[in-house]
């Protein structure tokens, strides 16, 4: 539980900045130009943890189509609908506006994923939607009701994201952010200069190297995280993150304050607080599987005995025999069983 949320406050925190600062290149820069570079920066980022392990061909065959999922609307579309509403929202709004992806997760992860969700996982969903509530509400122009269309967009597209990544244990978190980076990445990107001219060169570093913070260790850590938390959880710890955008841009970038967000952030961190007493009990089944991710061994589910006789925490290709056992779990990787 507690290093699911570290990762995902993590990579909030980088997340949540990179938002003020993607906002001043989309002024000038072409939407698909800017959403390539992000990504092509995020695949860069983890392309020295990709080639440590590779993943075998048939771990590829059996996520396909979910990766390919991920990397439509996760990597290409939901990055270009973002840049479109940065074109029409202040960076404070449209950080405060991704909120809705935290929504959408939950929404998502229940009812189509069959996500354990719980009451004190809903209810904070809800208060974290009343806090976005509180901060785009009356007084809002027509570009910004456009910009929020357009950044709503992108949160269900990131939504659906979100709970293909975190069924996708076939392949490790960076070889998911790799994939997107580059296949998305590049294709944004070559959209993007047949539309429009090249940025100058310190553009082009500085959306890279955002795209490497914000989005390429962001991605890989939130994905860990998801793994030990469940989409839904882990998506209302991420939700700190456009709280910290709009922070951002209040005292780096000057834009103005209004009163209700102070409200709204008590709001928020209250919804974000109620994840951490989301577990539950009852007797459970888990079925035979293969799969690849971090594990420690003698915590009731990795019995697999390793040559050297190591039982630290690592990674590698694995499989469990069925099980059935009782203790407190969440909706984590071992743990999307039917209630």
Not at 173 to 186: D, N
Not at 239 to 264: D, H, K, N, Q
Request: charged letters at 15%; glycine letters at 10%; one cysteine or more.
């Amino acid at each position: 539980m507690r290093r699911g949320v570290v990762r995902c406050a993590l990579a909030a925190l980088l997340f949540g900045a990179s938002t003020p600062f993607a906002a001043q290149l989309a002024q000038d820069t072409n939407a698909f130009t800017l959403a390539g570079l992000l990504y092509l920066g995020a695949a860069l980022a983890v392309v020295p943890t990709s080639l440590r392990t590779r993943p075998d061909r048939g771990s590829v065959r059996r996520g396909a189509a979910r990766l390919t999922t991920a990397v439509v609307l996760g990597g290409a579309v939901g990055p270009v609908l973002l840049a479109l509403g940065l074109q029409h929202a202040t960076a404070a709004s449209a950080s405060l506006l991704l909120n809705l992806e935290l929504v959408f997760t939950v929404v998502i992860a229940a009812l189509f994923f069959r996500e354990h969700i719980g009451r004190h996982v809903a209810a904070g969903a809800a208060l974290v939607a009343a806090a976005s509530i509180i901060i785009s509400g009356p007084g809002a122009t027509a570009d910004l009701r456009l910009g929020a269309l357009l950044i709503a967009g992108a949160c269900v597209c990131w939504a659906v994201d979100n709970s293909v990544t975190a069924e996708l244990d076939e392949l490790a978190p960076a070889h998911i952010t790799l994939a997107k980076g580059l296949v998305a990445g590049t294709v944004n990107t070559v959209i993007g200069l047949a539309l429009a001219d090249t940025p100058p060169l310190a553009d082009v570093g500085a959306a890279l190297l955002i795209g490497a913070l914000g989005y390429g260790v962001s991605i890989t850590l939130w994905v860990a995280g998801a793994r030990d938390l469940g989409a839904a959880r882990a998506q209302v710890v991420f939700a700190s993150a456009p709280f910290l955008g709009a922070v951002i841009a209040w005292t780096l970038f000057r834009e103005p304050l209004r009163p209700t967000v102070l409200a709204a952030l008590v709001v928020a961190a209250v919804g974000v607080g109620l994840v951490s007493r989301s577990e539950h009990t009852h007797t459970h089944v888990h079925e035979p599987i293969e799969h690849d991710h971090e594990h420690e061994h003698g915590e009731g589910h990795h019995d697999h005995v390793h040559a050297d006789g190591f039982t630290g925490r690592h990674q590698h290709p694995h499989t469990h025999d069925r099980v059935e056992h009782t203790h407190p779990h969440m909706p984590d990787l071992h743990h999307r069983h039917p209630h």
